[in-house]
């Protein structure tokens, strides 16, 4: 990876900052678009010099950033407007002790004889996105996992299902009905048939011991929430801002289309009034995001400058987006006195054939 500066939009006090280092702290396996599993190191070093504590990473996604940021001794409060990645928050940031023991996952795998399943996955999704086999399997596992009483075994339990079924699909995502290409008989440029036809069990059961080992306390009150970001109330140190990425041409990263199969995982019971039943996939009913309005997204950014006026304020975004960077300095830039901006050439995110510029700006 190669780094370089724009001369437009930085001056003396703007630094070239050198690519991290491999640290020892541990990452979350995630295959979700737009995560920063590679770049926490560089964010890291960015940000390791200035005085904070408590950070609150208000678009938390999977808590990739916020689980390092623990490992670093912070007091990591994260949140995240999808109920699927507040309960990823839930389950590796603020908890801090729970894991599953071999009874509890053995019993999340067992069809009771007393209990009267519902099939709504398997009547609902049929030649969507997995087979019959897989759906009856899904319906099952859920259910069972809704009835753990413990919060954050059942956080444990949501997010390994999850890397399960991101793992099984093509292009880990729901944007497509789009089963047949596990099987299609063709040369294939993309996925890995082999993890595709692993069996469900197979692929829960290792993501449980990866998230199992991943539990850790570092003697902080850490925080997980489900909230619309101007909701957050608290005092925060630093605030990391990555909101969903609107490209110049204006097209956005609608994280609920891509990922609304696992946000109905988690509304099981109420999944299916949430479904737009006109689309193929039968994904969700979409909701206004001002995040994903090209026309509103610069004054939501001016909205959270002030609104985070007295904190530490660090937003990650890419070079090519709307609003533009120097758009972004120009508004940070009145709330505060100081701006650092770095940059990371040539990136290529998970999923996309395009490279672009990574951006990091720090208004203190």
Request: net charge positive; hydrophobic share 35%.
């Amino acid at each position: 990876m190669n780094f370089m500066i724009h001369n437009k939009y930085l001056k003396e006090r703007d630094l070239l900052l050198p690519l991290g280092v491999n640290y020892t702290a541990k990452i979350p396996s995630t295959r979700y678009q737009g995560s920063k599993a590679k770049l926490v190191n560089w964010i890291w070093d960015a940000i390791k010099d200035l005085d904070f504590s408590c950070v609150l990473d208000v678009f938390g996604g999977t808590g990739v950033v916020g689980y390092y940021l623990k490992q670093k001794n912070k007091e990591v409060h994260c949140n995240d407007y999808l109920k699927s990645n507040y309960y990823i928050g839930l389950s590796l940031i603020e908890n801090n002790n729970a894991t599953l023991t071999e009874q509890e996952i053995e019993k999340v795998l067992i069809r009771k004889q007393d209990y009267d399943y519902k099939s709504f996955i398997s009547e609902e999704f049929r030649d969507i996105y997995y087979t019959n086999e897989e759906n009856q399997w899904l319906d099952v596992v859920v259910q069972n996992i809704e009835q753990i009483i413990n919060i954050y075994k059942k956080a444990l339990l949501y997010n390994a299902l999850f890397q399960a079924c991101l793992v099984k699909r093509p292009f880990n995502l729901f944007h497509r009905k789009n089963l047949y290409l596990r099987f299609a008989d063709v040369k294939r440029t993309f996925g890995n048939k082999a993890t595709w036809d692993k069996p469900f069990k197979d692929h829960f059961l290792e993501f449980v011991a990866e998230v199992n080992s991943l539990v850790y306390d570092n003697n902080k009150k850490n925080r997980a929430y489900n909230e619309d970001v101007f909701d957050i109330e608290g005092e925060f140190d630093l605030v990391y801002i990555d909101p969903p990425y609107t490209s110049s041409k204006a097209v956005s990263v609608d994280y609920l289309n891509f990922y609304h199969f696992l946000e109905g995982l988690v509304n099981y019971n109420n999944w299916k009034n949430l479904i737009d039943y006109r689309t193929k996939n039968k994904s969700f009913r979409r909701k206004y995001n001002t995040w994903n309005d090209k026309f509103e997204i610069r004054s939501a950014f001016r909205k959270l400058f002030e609104k985070f006026r007295k904190s530490i304020i660090v937003v990650s975004y890419r070079l090519d987006g709307i609003p533009s960077i120097q758009e972004i300095k120009d508004d940070l830039s009145e709330f505060k006195k100081n701006i650092r901006i770095y940059f990371l050439q040539n990136y290529k995110y998970v999923l996309s054939n395009s490279r672009t510029s990574e951006v990091l700006l720090i208004g203190y």
